[in-house]
């Protein structure tokens, strides 16, 4: 498992589809994530520190499992499989933990409210991940469209035909958004 970071949540230009961009904490390559208008609203209204009147449906969802005496100890995004992302919310419950299946978009906006730290599998950042070129600042799939250093042994590590094909609709996303600023670091 590999830590990371809410970076930014994007919108497409092209389709005002949202994703939410995840930065690996300790490297340059980031994970885009389609996510609904809702979860995306959540997620950034948590990150922003702006104030609702009345509790969101994932503010509720801290509220419980706290008074349950549980605590959200981490979320994964676990896999990528046909262009779908799963995650775990992962509890410690009574000395014990709990996965919860979630959608990633859910477990990020539970994350963020219980400052839990956010991981993503080493085979979904090898599937969608993207690193941005150093020169020009553009996007390259650090997984799917470009061979990849596997990090634990420091070899490259080559991705078969299907799968590129399987990852050009994020690639295809990715390069329909405004990543001018995007590696500049937030004050």
Do not use: C
Request: net charge negative; aromatic share 6%; glycine share 4%.
């Amino acid at each position: 498992m590999i830590e990371m970071s809410v970076e930014s949540i994007r919108v497409s230009l092209m389709n005002y589809q949202r994703v939410v961009i995840l930065k690996e904490k300790m490297a340059n390559r980031y994970l885009p994530i389609w996510i609904g208008p809702a979860e995306a609203e959540a997620i950034h209204v948590k990150l922003q520190n702006i104030a609702v009147p009345r509790p969101l449906t994932h503010d509720l969802l801290t509220s419980v499992i706290g008074s349950l005496g549980a605590k959200v100890n981490f979320i994964v995004v676990t896999d990528l499989r046909n262009d779908t992302f799963y995650a775990k919310i992962v509890l410690a419950v009574d000395g014990k933990e709990m996965e919860i299946d979630s959608r990633p978009s859910d477990a990020l906006a539970l994350a963020v409210r219980a400052n839990a730290p956010i991981f993503a599998d080493e085979s979904v950042l090898d599937k969608a991940g993207i690193l941005l070129d150093q020169e020009t600042g553009q996007p390259s799939a650090a997984g799917a469209a470009a061979p990849s250093s596997n990090s634990s042994t420091g070899e490259a590590k080559k991705v078969n035909e299907g799968d590129i094909k399987k990852m050009s609709a994020f690639y295809d996303f990715i390069n329909t958004l405004d990543l001018e600023d995007f590696d500049k670091r937030k004050s």
